[in-house]
């Protein structure tokens, strides 16, 4: 024992009975499975190849749980490597690499779909349909005046949450399309709503801008009352004082 420990095996005992204790199993294995995006919603079972240290290839049956990710790895016991057959197996590590879907942006648990609006059905509003991951169609109502890039979402329709109850939503971007190739009677309809809009535009500018004076007129007579409070009676200053909150209520009340 001595001697072991003088080259460093100061562990007790026989280091050969270590080392045979360490080999006690075969060796794990790793491979990598791929996965479309649409499966990743239900759990399901993968028979996959796995190929030993001895060169031969044997097939084996996992279970894929709902929700995994790229990047996700997985523990199977006993489905590893076994060339030693008087060792137990060693475990098999699968890593899992999800496909893209081209019909949708993943964010985290939350699917992005884009779709297409008429500029006109985006002004008035319309009900459209929308597929889902699993291609599920929902009904979805746009709002009327909803602009681009606005998020419509449909909750609880995006990916499962691994080893979780939660699920995230499908988000449905819009993006608005704008006609071409109008014709002419088309143009000058929407030239004459653009010049009912810019009439409107400017009598709301007319009003902002009366707003603001009678409210500039409003609180400088509060002002000048709250002097005259405090002004002497009958004094000069009383007197000015009272002809200013005269001349500002009356152009309050303008």
């Known amino acids: 024992d001595e001697i072991f420990k003088n080259f460093g095996f100061g562990f007790g005992g026989d280091p050969f009975q270590q080392h045979r204790q360490h080999q006690r199993r075969n060796k794990d294995l790793r491979i990598e499975i791929k996965l479309p995006l649409v499966t990743t919603l239900e ?4 028979t996959v190849s796995v190929q030993t240290t001895n060169g031969h290839r044997e097939t084996v049956e996992v279970s894929v749980p709902r929700g995994v990710t790229t990047g996700t790895q997985i523990k199977y016991s006993g489905l590893g490597d076994n060339f030693f057959n008087s060792l137990p197996r060693g475990d098999l590590y699968v890593h899992f690499t999800v496909l893209p879907d081209y019909r949708f942006q993943v964010s985290d648990l939350d699917l992005v779909a884009d779709y297409n609006v008429d500029c006109f059905d985006a002004i008035t509003g319309k009900e459209m ?11 979805v109502k746009v709002p009327a005046g909803i602009q681009h890039g606005n998020l419509l979402r ?19 971007k819009i993006n608005i399309k704008i ?15 653009q010049s ?4 409107l535009s400017n009598l709301q500018s007319q ?4 707003s603001t004076q009678w409210l500039d007129a409003r609180n400088r007579a509060t002002e000048l009352e709250a002097q005259l409070g405090n002004a002497e009676p009958n004094s000069p200053e009383a007197f000015s004082l009272t002809t200013e909150v005269q001349a500002a209520q009356s152009e309050a009340a303008s």
Do not use: C, F
Request: hydrophobic share 30%; proline share 2%; charged share 25%.
């Open 129 to 139: 349909s929308v597929m889902g991951l699993d291609e599920s169609h929902y009904s």
């Open 207 to 210: 009003y902002d801008s009366i």
């Open 154 to 172: 449909i909750a609880g329709k995006g990916l499962w949450q691994l080893n979780g109850s939660h699920r995230g939503d499908l988000l449905v």
């Open 43 to 46: 759990e399901q079972s993968k």
């Open 179 to 193: 006609p071409k190739n109008l014709t002419k009677e088309q143009l000058d309809l929407v030239n004459q709503i």
């Open 196 to 199: 009912q809009q810019d009439s």
